[in-house]
């Protein structure tokens, strides 16, 4: 867990150093008081400072981190990493395939990662999941829904 | 008194049969639209006007009034069962409903979320019957500084969202402001962080960040280790032990003040109010270690506080004519649409149309109570589902609700990148609320800051010089000289302790 | 396992031949639209431009055969959305609202980076011009806009006014007026939206607000609000005691924000021709008018050219205030 939380607040000094960064070049005071790099200036100068800080006392083992160990659980993220990317296709291809289709190959593919195999389910709620959806957000209800580029 | 008389009368329409079945009608659509996750009661609203283009205007603002209490119910479904915040304002109630539902007491977290839901509206639609021009005259004093005054107050209390490490909560803070800070600058037009994205010039979007850290992240931890999760959840009964009442008790009764208050500051929107309310109530508990790991009162308390604010929001609207929130300037373009400009001179011209609709208020809670109460043990059912199909269920309704809100891909991809850096911080333990919070609270404090200073030509000093601001500058400030305090405290006990 | 690979490919199949029949669509101006077309509202629902699109959706739709889904891309005061337009297919089933002079000033303003020049889109008809009005409130000091400007030489930077936004319609009438008044200069305070400008006023924090007519020509009607004029050629017919800007010796300060739908460039003639049409049909439509004479939202229907040239004009005149406005000294 100590690894972790120097990991994440090395994560966070990076992010405060980028903002750091960009303020900079956004004007930080000019004649007519201060510029819009000015509030993001300072907040990641003093997100910084505590980062630092947090570093520090996570070196004197200062923080109070409980008992619990950070496990990782080797084929749970294997399967987590495999419905991320599936995730981020899907999305790709809701502007161009629209949602339909986009979702009619994500749930299935979400039920077989995790394990399903009874094909019939598969189907009925990978129709049900776009389609069927679609339908009721879409049609009848007029919720806003990708149609991809072929307009459906 | 004219105004009982009027209410009497007002109710005896809002009870037609006609009137009963529009609050009816809203409060279903209503709750319907709230579960769904990322279609606040905003856009359901919006979506649902031209429905009531076909009914008479009174009937027409008593559906839309149910929809927009019945949405915050709907919403509050979603966060207890799956984690994901069916509108912005569910946020605060995933933090401890979730935890119930995983301990087998969803049926519980939403019926005491019911109950708090009711008596909080029902209380601030008494307030609102009773009070409403003087607390509307007040509510006026609340200028540019005042109002940042108060957001600097909120986020003064987010020291009481700590838990282990101080560092780490305003880390997380500082963080959220950041973020917040996304998009084109208020005041000058610069877009700032945007990398000339266009769909980042109105910052990143609270809800698909929220989405995100709550309930993608979520998913994506039950995937990792599904049976630590969800394996073993038995559902425990329905009704709250005599214990948890009590303290709910409590918790309902401030979320209701404060709920109401702060609905009748206008631009507050809703989400603060449930904030406000659950860090006040852990920091006014015995045992606030309870909080984040399922206290009752960390779901009354939030509800509570959103139901009266939907009517204390009101109040301005129908008061002063001013709308407090998005959702509620829906529901002022569809007063106008309807050819009724809401304002003083709505209730001196049609006041049997107001009381009609503040009537309705009682009535359409009532209804919302009748509708869910028994629902609750059905919805905590759906939890039993393999977790499969609920993940895979949850995700495609995320991307829905994510894509709905501004109808473009590009929310659903801050979700997602939300979603693992959600992933991440909830393996670490580092509290996700205080980065939540400034999130909400960054854009109306620099807001009001610049335009506070606007208004005095650069001059720092009206925060102090005006009553109101002054004396919530001097709240702030006690916040933080306490929490010091306590924290030093707590510091030499341990040092004590160890030797 | 084969059976599996078989059920895959078959599916696939199935899918790609569904895609490829819908590529080879309609594209000719006969056949448009063959499939709902989306309006753009570049600003959140509830607003006026948001009702007023509505209204002129439901109606036109029945002539257009298809349905007309609004929807809206708020954000960053209309860029977000315009740069959605700038960047759609020109084909006609995307179409959008601009505002002006709002349009114009996202575009003239450098810090706001727009991706899209003025000859981005093609006005195509417009719709309400909603003219700009001073108010304040009832038991304000002052009683005409004279008094106002007075005050505001008297006192410099003193007297606090209220826009809707940076470089909104507003924020370049207030420098008209300064203009038109050499000396008097304002504090110029920036909210967000009509709503905002309310609290303001009523609650003491703010002296003046520049906006236009359809937002408060109620409350000025019930006296709730009292206005010191409006920033038109003519009287408002919504509030026809209030003098005009030229009737009290301002005849520069004309301001008016007007709101009309145009299309991407490089969409097909033909197309243009259609739309145009069946949406000068509809906003001359009784209903339509009604409804919008309801809403408080002016009609002024100008199509194609008249449109163009006029938002040609108004590029130009925005260009010297959104100069001015960022190098005021006060801002």
């Known amino acids: 867990m100590k690894r972790g939380w120097q990991a994440a607040a090395v994560a966070l000094l990076v992010t405060f150093a980028f903002f750091i960064f960009e303020s900079w070049q956004l004007s930080l005071r000019d004649t007519l008081g201060p510029g819009p790099g000015f509030f993001p200036f300072w907040l990641s100068v003093l997100g910084a400072v505590l980062a630092v800080f947090l570093l520090a006392q996570l070196h004197l083992n200062r923080v109070d981190l409980g008992t619990e160990a950070l496990v990782f659980d080797r084929a749970g993220v294997r399967n987590a990493v495999l419905v991320l990317v599936g995730l981020i296709v899907a999305t790709a291809l809701l502007d161009v395939v629209g949602f339909r289709f986009s979702m009619l190959l994500l749930i299935p593919y979400l039920l077989l990662v995790l394990g399903v195999r009874n094909w019939v389910t598969v189907v009925i709620c990978g129709v049900a999941g776009s389609f069927g959806v679609y339908y009721v957000f879409f049609d009848l209800l007029k919720v806003p829904l990708p149609a991809g580029i072929f307009g459906f | ?499 | 396992m084969t059976t599996l690979r078989n059920r895959i490919t078959l599916a696939l199949g199935i899918a790609l031949t569904a895609l490829i029949v819908q590529v080879t669509g309609p594209s000719t101006a006969a056949d448009f639209p063959a499939r709902p077309v989306q309006l753009m509202v570049a600003y959140p629902a509830g607003g006026s431009t948001d009702v007023a699109a509505r209204i002129v959706a439901a109606i036109a739709e029945k002539q257009l055969g298809q349905t007309i889904v609004v929807v809206n891309r708020g954000g960053a005061g209309g860029q977000v959305g315009w740069t959605d337009m700038s960047r759609a297919r020109p084909d006609g089933y995307y179409m959008g609202f601009i505002n002006l002079p709002a349009l114009n000033t996202v575009i003239l303003d450098p810090e706001r980076k727009a991706a899209f020049k003025a000859d981005a889109f093609v006005p195509l008809i417009n719709q309400v011009l909603d003219p700009g009005i001073i108010w304040i409130k009832a038991d304000s000091p002052y009683k005409s806009l004279k008094d106002l400007l007075e005050a505001a030489k008297r006192a410099p930077n003193k007297i606090s006014a209220a826009t809707t936004g940076i470089l909104s319609d507003d924020h370049l009438a207030i420098l008209m007026a300064e203009e038109a008044y050499p000396g008097a200069i304002f504090r110029i305070v920036h909210l967000e939206g009509g709503a905002a400008q309310l609290t303001a006023i009523l609650g003491g924090h703010i002296d003046v607000a520049f906006d236009n007519v359809g937002s408060v020509y109620r409350r000025v009607r019930t006296g709730e609000l009292r206005a010191l004029a409006v920033m038109d050629t003519r009287r408002s017919s919504f509030l026809p005691d209030v003098p005009t800007t030229p009737e009290l010796g301002f005849p520069t300060v004309i301001s008016n924000s007007t709101r009309g739908i145009a299309v991407p460039k490089g969409t097909p003639a033909p197309i243009i021709k259609k739309l145009e049409q069946v949406f000068k049909k509809a906003m001359e439509d009784p209903e339509h008018v009604k409804k919008m004479e309801e809403a408080g939202l002016a009609l002024k229907i100008m199509v194609g050219e008249e449109y163009a040239k006029y938002y040609r004009e108004l590029h130009a005149k925005a260009a010297k205030y959104t100069d001015w406005a960022r190098n005021r000294p006060h801002k």
Not at chain 2, 440 to 456: A, D, H, I, N
């Open chain 2, 1 to 499: 008194m004219e105004g009982l008389q009027l209410l009497l009368s007002g109710f005896a329409a809002a009870l037609s049969l006609q009137n009963l079945l529009f609050a009816f009608a809203g409060c279903v659509l209503g709750t319907l639209i709230g579960v769904l996750p990322g279609l606040g009661p905003a856009a359901g609203t919006a979506i649902l006007i031209p429905l009531t283009f076909h009914l008479d205007a009174t009937g027409a603002i008593i559906m839309l009034a149910a929809i927009y209490y019945g949405a915050m119910y709907g919403g509050t479904i979603t966060s207890v069962l799956i984690n994901v915040p069916g509108e912005a304002a569910s946020v605060v109630t995933c933090l401890d409903g979730y935890q119930m539902a995983l301990q087998g007491r969803a049926g519980t977290a939403l019926g005491i979320a019911a109950i708090g839901s009711f008596v909080g509206g029902i209380f601030a639609a008494v307030a609102l019957a009773i009070v409403a021009l003087p607390l509307a005259r007040f509510a006026l004093a609340f200028g540019p500084p005042e109002f940042f005054s108060l957001m600097f107050v909120g986020l003064c209390l987010v020291t009481g969202l700590a838990g282990q490490s101080l560092a780490a909560a305003l880390l997380m803070t500082i963080l959220g402001l950041l973020l917040s800070l996304v998009g084109i600058d208020p005041v000058r037009g610069a877009p700032r962080f945007t990398f000339g994205v266009p769909e980042l010039y109105d910052g990143l979007g609270f809800v698909p960040v929220v989405m995100g850290l709550f309930g993608v992240a979520e998913i994506l931890l039950i995937i990792e280790t599904p049976f630590r999760r969800m394996g073993d959840i038995k559902i425990k009964g329905l009704w709250p032990s005599r214990d948890e009442w009590k303290r709910s008790s409590g918790a309902i009764g401030r979320g209701t003040v404060i709920g109401f208050l702060l609905g009748l500051i206008p631009g507050v929107g809703a989400v603060i109010p449930t904030f406000m309310a659950y860090i006040i109530e852990k920091r006014l508990s015995k045992h606030p270690e309870r909080f984040g790991n399922g206290a009752i009162e960390g779901v009354a308390s939030p509800e509570t506080a959103n139901n009266a604010y939907a009517n204390g929001a009101m109040v301005p609207l129908l008061v002063l004519g001013v709308p407090s929130s998005p959702t509620i300037a829906i529901l002022m373009g569809a007063f106008i649409i309807n050819g009724l400009t809401p304002g003083p001179f709505l209730f001196q011209e049609r006041p049997d149309l107001v009381w009609t609709v503040i009537a309705s208020f009682f009535t359409g809670n009532v209804i919302l109570l009748i509708l869910n109460l028994p629902l609750v043990g059905v919805w905590a059912k759906l939890l039993k589902m393999p977790y499969q199909y609920l993940c895979a269920g949850t995700l495609l309704f995320c991307i829905m609700g994510a894509y709905s809100l501004k109808g473009t891909v590009f929310d659903v991809g801050v979700m997602l990148v939300f979603g693992v850096v959600g992933y991440f911080l909830r393996k670490l333990n580092m509290p996700l609320a205080p980065a939540v919070l400034a999130l909400v609270l960054g854009p109306f404090m620099e807001k009001s800051l610049r335009t506070s200073l606007e208004m005095s030509a650069g001059d720092f000093s009206i925060f102090l010089t005006r009553p109101i601001s002054a004396t919530l500058m001097v709240f702030a400030a006690l916040i933080i000289a306490v929490s010091a305090f306590q924290i030093a405290a707590l510091k030499s006990i341990r040092t004590a302790e160890s030797k």
